[in-house]
C-alpha cells in the first residue's frame, strides 16, 4: 500500500510543501523492514518485469533489493533494451549479478550475450541469475576490464558489498581489496562473437576499458553504451572524443553530478 501510495505525483507535491524528506524517510523505513521481514522468509528470489520481459534474481543484500525494485526506474536500461535487435551479440563489462545481460539475454532469443564481472560474490550470483532464468545465450567471464592482460587489484567496497555499481581500479579501500585476472575487450574477439552492442559501467576505469577494445570499435560494433563517472575524475568529454576516434557520435544522456550516461552510435548506422 505504501509503495503505490509513494507515487510520482505524492512526491512532486510533497516537494512543494517542503514534506518530501519526512515521506522519504517513511518510506525508505517501509522498504528496509519489508526487506527485513522477506528475508526472514527465506524468500531470496525478487522477480521483475521490464518492458513486457519477465526475468527473477536471486536477492541477498539491501541494496541488491532497493536497484532491484526500482528497476523499472533505469533510463539507462531501457535504452539499451530499446536498442537491441534480433540477432544481436552484446558485452555487458560491469555485469554485476546480471540485471542486463539476465534481461537482454531474454530478450535475444536468437541472439547472444556476454557477462563479464570481475567480482567472485557477483560471478556466483551472475551464473545463478542465468541458470535460474533457463539462459543458455548468455556467457559469463570472470575478470576485470582493462587496457592490457594481466590482473589488478580492485577496492572491495563498505559492507562487504562488492561492485554495486561496476568495478575500479582504485586498488584500496577502508574494507580491503582483491588480487582478480584483468582482460582487454578485444581478447574477447578470439572466443565470442563480434558484438553489436556493448555497455560498459566500469566505475572509474572508462578510459582504460576503450582503449584496451579498439579492435572491437573497428570491428562492426554498432553501439556502445558506457557510463562515465566525472565525481571519480573521469572526464566524459574525453570519452567522447575518444569515440569521434573511431567513427561514432556520442550523445550524453541521463547526467548528473556523479554519472553521466554517453551513447556512441557508429556514424554509419546512427539512428
Same mark, same amino acid.
Given at each position: 500500500? +505504501?509503495?503505490?501510495?509513494?507515487?510520482?505525483?505524492?512526491?512532486?507535491? *510533497?516537494? #512543494?510543501?517542503?514534506?518530501?524528506?519526512?515521506?522519504?524517510?517513511?518510506?525508505?523505513?517501509?522498504?528496509?523492514? =519489508?526487506?527485513?521481514?522477506? *528475508?526472514?522468509?527465506?524468500?531470496?528470489?525478487?522477480?521483475?518485469?521490464?518492458?513486457?520481459?519477465?526475468?527473477? +534474481?536471486? $536477492?541477498?543484500?539491501?541494496?541488491?533489493?532497493?536497484?532491484?525494485?526500482?528497476?523499472?526506474?533505469?533510463?539507462?536500461?531501457?535504452?539499451?533494451?530499446?536498442?537491441?535487435?534480433?540477432?544481436?551479440?552484446?558485452?555487458?563489462?560491469?555485469?554485476?549479478?546480471?540485471?542486463?545481460?539476465?534481461?537482454?539475454?531474454? /530478450?535475444?532469443?536468437?541472439?547472444?550475450? &556476454?557477462?563479464?564481472?570481475?567480482?567472485?560474490?557477483?560471478?556466483?550470483?551472475?551464473?545463478?541469475?542465468?541458470?535460474?532464468?533457463?539462459?543458455?545465450?548468455?556467457?559469463?567471464?570472470?575478470?576485470?576490464?582493462?587496457?592490457?592482460?594481466?590482473?589488478?587489484?580492485?577496492?572491495?567496497?563498505?559492507?562487504?558489498?562488492?561492485?554495486?555499481?561496476?568495478?575500479?581500479?582504485?586498488?584500496?579501500?577502508?574494507?580491503?581489496?582483491?588480487?582478480?585476472?584483468?582482460?582487454?575487450?578485444?581478447?574477447? /574477439?578470439?572466443?565470442?562473437?563480434?558484438?553489436?552492442?556493448?555497455?560498459?559501467?566500469?566505475?572509474?576505469?572508462?578510459?582504460?576499458?576503450?582503449?584496451?577494445?579498439?579492435?572491437? &570499435?573497428?570491428?562492426?560494433?554498432?553501439?556502445?553504451?558506457?557510463?562515465?563517472?566525472?565525481?571519480?575524475?573521469?572526464?566524459?568529454?574525453? $570519452?567522447?572524443?575518444?569515440?569521434? =576516434?573511431?567513427?561514432?557520435?556520442? #550523445?550524453?544522456?541521463?547526467?548528473?553530478?556523479?554519472?553521466?550516461?554517453?551513447?556512441?552510435? #557508429?556514424?554509419?548506422?546512427?539512428?
Amino acid at each position: 500500500m +505504501f509503495r503505490r501510495l509513494y507515487s510520482d505525483h505524492i512526491r512532486t507535491i *510533497s516537494k #512543494r510543501y517542503n514534506i518530501h524528506p519526512f515521506i522519504s524517510r517513511g518510506y525508505k523505513a517501509y522498504e528496509t523492514a =519489508r526487506y527485513a521481514i522477506v *528475508s526472514k522468509l527465506g524468500r531470496d528470489t525478487f522477480p521483475v518485469s521490464v518492458s513486457g520481459i519477465d526475468a527473477q +534474481f536471486t $536477492v541477498t543484500t539491501q541494496s541488491e533489493y532497493d536497484r532491484l525494485r526500482r528497476i523499472n526506474e533505469n533510463d539507462d536500461l531501457m535504452l539499451l533494451l530499446a536498442e537491441l535487435r534480433p540477432g544481436d551479440t552484446l558485452w555487458d563489462f560491469g555485469a554485476n549479478i546480471g540485471t542486463h545481460a539476465i534481461l537482454a539475454g531474454k /530478450l535475444l532469443q536468437n541472439g547472444s550475450v &556476454l557477462a563479464v564481472e570481475p567480482y567472485p560474490r557477483n560471478v556466483r550470483k551472475l551464473r545463478h541469475n542465468v541458470v535460474n532464468n533457463g539462459l543458455d545465450n548468455v556467457s559469463v567471464e570472470e575478470a576485470a576490464l582493462g587496457d592490457q592482460n594481466g590482473e589488478i587489484e580492485l577496492g572491495i567496497e563498505d559492507g562487504g558489498e562488492t561492485g554495486t555499481v561496476g568495478h575500479s581500479t582504485v586498488t584500496k579501500s577502508d574494507s580491503g581489496s582483491i588480487t582478480v585476472p584483468m582482460r582487454t575487450g578485444d581478447s574477447f /574477439l578470439s572466443q565470442y562473437p563480434q558484438p553489436d552492442v556493448v555497455k560498459i559501467d566500469v566505475q572509474a576505469a572508462e578510459m582504460q576499458v576503450l582503449e584496451g577494445m579498439t579492435e572491437v &570499435l573497428h570491428s562492426g560494433c554498432r553501439t556502445v553504451f558506457c557510463e562515465t563517472h566525472p565525481r571519480m575524475g573521469v572526464d566524459t568529454d574525453e $570519452v567522447c572524443a575518444f569515440f569521434e =576516434r573511431f567513427d561514432f557520435h556520442p #550523445r550524453v544522456v541521463n547526467e548528473d553530478e556523479i554519472t553521466a550516461q554517453v551513447i556512441a552510435h #557508429r556514424v554509419s548506422t546512427s539512428r
